[in-house]
């Protein structure tokens, strides 16, 4: 049984900061990729940033410059820096990762954390 546990979510004022963790516990191997996802009200869920177990990085454009994704592999932990937060950035956030367990590679997801912010 694997499962995702995120943290850190809440009310900033624009141009706050808030630090997003999300940590894997349960049977596992190896950890591929990692990712953050945010879903606005009424939207489908799209992709903020991503990171290799080796630590290569994507962004999605918006956020380039403002977040920054990083990871523990030690603690199969995942974190999502954001800076600079605009009131556009208000949605659920999710977490991924590509999980190896038993020999069989899995997409998981956390439960969501709401980040609000406010102008």
């Known amino acids: 049984q694997v499962q995702l546990v995120e943290s850190g979510g809440g009310l900033v004022q624009a141009g706050g900061s808030l630090r997003l963790s999300c940590a894997a516990s349960?049977?596992?191997?190896?950890?591929?990729?990692m990712g953050w996802y945010r879903q606005y009200s009424g939207k489908q869920r799209e992709l903020v940033a991503s990171?290799?177990?080796?630590?290569?990085?994507n962004y999605e454009d918006s956020v380039k410059g403002r977040f920054t994704i990083s990871r523990d592999n030690a603690k199969n932990t995942v974190y999502l820096q954001m800076n600079s937060l605009k009131p556009e950035d208000t949605a659920v956030y999710y977490c991924?990762?590509?999980?190896?367990?038993?020999?069989?590679?899995?997409?998981?997801w956390g439960q969501g954390t709401q980040v609000t912010v406010s102008s």
């Open positions: 990171i290799t177990r080796i630590g290569t990085t």
């Open positions: 991924s990762a590509g999980i190896v367990s038993s020999s069989v590679l899995v997409n998981y």
């Open positions: 349960g049977s596992i191997f190896n950890i591929n990729l």
